[in-house]
């Protein structure tokens, strides 16, 4: 028989509402066999007879017996015919709890990380917005999403490729979105693109990360803008990489900081993360040349350029550099939906090959059926039609911010109206407490990303982005005129 603390830990594992998905024979084996890898029961003990702890437990006892059945089979237990159930000799060989280490230290031992899966969990990785609260920067507006086409296309695709659409994806992705990408982009970006150059991932975040695996050793040096993406700063830390920050003006990066060697530079030119600014274009030119020089890597990140509200974007770098040494990432996470997952790169020829083969070890490959619908949703035209809806939406979104930062927040921030963009940087005129800011506006419902973590250097100027481009103009009002009291609170 079981001591009655052993059977009270048994009816209290049974018990416990986290375990009440299982079914009861499950929860008894569970149970039982935690006791015996606690080390509660003795090797050659003898179990309660089933009947017996069947009567004990209030079930049946088909039930304890299903349970000692699966406990046999586990190897924690040996039934004889004629004589019962006992804990087996195979059991002892399992070690026991609190052997190994001293009591507290399992935990801590539990939690021992190689220094490179510390460095990613201490940066924080890059969590997303998941709900679009106001202002949360650089989520899209997805309730006028036309869902009737996508789903249409989604049918069609079904429909064409039948069974086949259910297997792998080629690891460089489905050639029809490969062209539709390649042909969008030196289009409307200037890219130099073909089909065979692209690769295509889950995000930018990936593009990202394998960047900073594939072209770089741990200890090199890369060259970032400051203040920089979070996403990129966090995947280049991870990596071990050693990050310099070059500092900015409103023309973006400032060339003459590129004095030294690098193995590469990130960059996002066409609308500078966090300030908005447009890289120039003789800095694009002394950029590329700076790469051919030193033979190093340009990465850049051209994550928003769809949506701009005065002309239209400088061409990207990519298609200005005749010396291939530019990696040019782009994503549909703005431009149609985050839940999409789908981010490519455009590679120089040589490193097509080794991209391709690091992200199979990531994720193998992207889903094909939302390849192939997104293939042709751009081959369609409903891409740029869809582009085309929401830079008119967007424009409009960041106009009427602006006006009601003027109205209800003139005392506390002075905002930066960015060409372009989903967001807008806003420096604090006062002395207010970054960190407290975005807190009480968050405990309001209010998402806002402080910019003092988004530098290196401890010379800038406090303040917050905030995204305009997922809320109507009314949805906007009643949020500013909430963040007005948030910063009204922190004021008095
Ligand atoms: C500069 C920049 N790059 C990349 C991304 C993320 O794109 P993805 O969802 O494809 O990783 C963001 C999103 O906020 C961004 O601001």
Redesign the pocket.
């Given at each position: 028989m079981f001591k009655h603390a052993q059977l009270e830990s048994v009816k209290a594992w049974i018990g416990n509402p986290a375990h009440g998905a299982l079914p009861l024979h499950v929860r008894i084996q569970r149970a039982i066999r935690q006791l015996i890898l606690d080390g509660a029961l003795d090797v050659g003990k003898p179990l309660p007879a089933s009947r017996a702890l069947a009567k004990s437990l209030g079930v049946s006892r088909d039930t304890v017996e299903l349970s000692y059945g699966q406990l046999h089979a586990e190897g924690f237990i040996e039934r004889r015919v004629g004589s019962g159930s006992f804990v087996s000799e195979r059991a002892q060989r399992l070690p026991e709890r609190g052997t190994l280490l001293p009591k507290g230290e399992e935990h801590k031992a539990a939690l021992r990380l190689s220094s490179r899966g510390n460095a990613m969990f201490q940066g924080g990785g890059?969590r997303?917005f998941l709900a679009p609260r106001p202002f949360a920067?650089?989520v899209p507006e997805t309730r006028s999403f036309p869902l009737q086409i996508w789903e249409r296309l989604h049918r069609q695709v079904l429909k064409e490729y039948g069974a086949l659409a259910l297997l792998h994806s080629p690891p460089q992705g489905m050639e029809p979105l490969r062209k539709a990408i390649a042909d969008y982009i030196n289009l409307e970006r200037g890219a130099q693109a073909t089909a065979e150059r692209v690769l295509v991932l889950?995000?930018?975040?990936?593009?990202?990360t394998l960047c900073a695996n594939v072209l770089l050793d741990a200890g090199d040096r890369i060259f970032i803008e400051d203040p920089v993406?979070h996403?990129?700063r966090k995947a280049f830390d991870a990596a071990g990489l050693e990050c310099v920050p070059v500092p900015l003006d409103a023309d973006g990066l400032r060339v003459e900081h590129l004095s030294e060697a690098a193995r590469a530079i990130f960059l996002?030119p066409s609308h500078q993360?966090p300030t908005g600014a447009a890289l120039a274009l003789d800095r694009r030119l002394a950029i590329i040349e700076w790469a051919r020089q030193h033979q190093s890597w340009i990465i850049e990140?051209d994550?928003?350029s769809e949506f701009h509200y005065e002309g239209k974007p400088t061409a990207c770098v990519q298609g200005l550099d005749p010396y291939e040494r530019t990696i040019y990432?782009g994503?549909?996470?703005?431009s149609l939906f985050?839940g999409l997952?789908i981010?490519y790169m455009v590679l120089p020829p040589p490193l097509v090959a080794p991209m391709t083969v690091a992200r199979t070890l990531l994720d193998g490959h992207s889903a094909p059926i939302p390849q192939l619908t997104l293939a042709r949703f751009i081959e369609g035209g409903h891409f740029g039609a869809h582009v085309r809806t929401m830079r008119a939406v967007y424009a409009e979104r960041r106009n009427v911010l602006a006006r009601l930062i003027r109205q209800h927040l003139a005392d506390f921030v002075e905002p930066r109206i960015p060409a372009g963009g989903m967001q807008m940087p806003c420096l604090f005129i006062r002395d207010i407490p970054e960190h407290e800011a975005v807190e009480s506006a968050r405990r309001e419902g209010i998402d806002l990303l402080g910019l003092t973590a988004l530098h290196a250097s401890s010379r800038h100027h406090a303040g917050f982005l905030m995204g305009f481009a997922a809320h109507a103009p009314y949805e906007l009002e009643i949020a500013v005129k909430k963040l007005a009291n948030v910063l009204r609170a922190l004021c008095c």
């Open positions: 890059v997303d920067p650089g889950t995000s930018s975040q990936q593009a990202l993406y996403g990129a996002t993360f990140d994550y928003d990432i994503t549909f996470t703005k985050p997952r981010g």
